[in-house]
Each structure stands twice: as C-alpha cells, then as structure tokens.
C-alpha cells in the first residue's frame, strides 16, 4: 500500500483502498481491546488504514473516486 504513493491514481482501485482502509481501522480498535493490548500491531494497521485513506482521497482530488 505504501509502494502506490507515487503510482499514478488512474492505478489505483479505490474499492480495494476502501477495504484496506476499513480493515486498518477495524484491525487498529480490536488491538486496543485485547488482553495485553498490543500496540505495535494497533500502530501497523493505523498507518495502513491511514494510507489507504489518503489514496482515496488523492483520487476524490483528481475527480476519480468512483471510476
């Protein structure tokens, strides 16, 4: 996810970049829930969640959110 910083948006699925970032989040608050909590797996999945939105969001800017 992070090696499609600099791909062009017209690559990039936004389907597949709303799963990645719906599983990171998801992922991130079960780490925080579990006994001992683990945060190195709750930072790894935040910071996939969170490149993921921003992909989606480079292509909402370039008018292609839903192409």
Do not use: H
């Not at 996939?48 to 839903?66: E, N, P, T």
């Amino acid at each position: 996810n992070i090696g499609d910083i600099y791909t062009p948006v017209e690559r990039i699925s936004s389907f597949q970049q709303f799963a990645m970032a719906t599983s990171g989040f998801t992922w991130a608050r079960y780490c925080t829930q579990i006994i001992p909590v683990n945060y190195g797996l709750m930072a790894a999945n935040f910071c996939m969640a969170s490149i993921a939105m921003y992909q989606l969001f480079r292509k909402q800017q370039a008018g292609q959110l839903f192409e």
